[in-house]
């Protein structure tokens, strides 16, 4: 079992930024890839951004490309989420998640999950 406990988020303006982290627990995090998702009232869990096991490689939405920044360290068991220049769009409940499988973007393949924390960008 991972767990997973996500944490930095909050009420910004559009054009702000928030870091958002999730920390693990339990099994070996350097084993995982880990992953980035959100979810906005009434709509589906969207892929956000995910990094391989060691954190040399990354992918994003298309949506969050060259506004967000995923990035890990294996000896804190953090996975982090940079967002700057937030847009209302951006508002939902980010989710962590970690799995086998690296820079997956469907949830499916994602194992464990954390509980989620609220972002909300103002207008």
């Known amino acids: 079992q991972v767990q997973l406990v996500e944490s930095g988020g909050g009420l910004v303006q559009a054009g702000g930024s928030l870091r958002l982290s999730c920390a693990a627990s339990?099994?070996?995090?350097?084993?995982?890839?880990m992953g980035w998702f959100r979810q906005a009232p009434g709509k589906e869990r969207d892929f956000v951004a995910a990094?391989?096991?060691?954190?040399?490689?990354?992918y994003y939405a298309d949506s969050v490309k060259g506004r967000f920044t995923i990035s890990r360290d294996n000896a804190k068991n953090t996975v982090y989420l940079q967002m700057n220049s937030l847009k209302p769009e951006d508002t939902a409940v980010y989710y962590c998640?970690?799995?086998?499988?690296?820079?997956?973007?469907?949830?499916?393949?994602?194992?464990?999950w954390g509980q989620g924390t609220q972002v909300t960008v103002s207008s």
């Open positions: 998640a970690a799995g086998r499988v690296g820079l997956g973007s469907v949830p499916g393949v994602y194992d464990y």
């Open positions: 339990g099994r070996t995090f350097s084993n995982y890839a």
């Open positions: 990094i391989t096991r060691s954190g040399g490689s990354t």
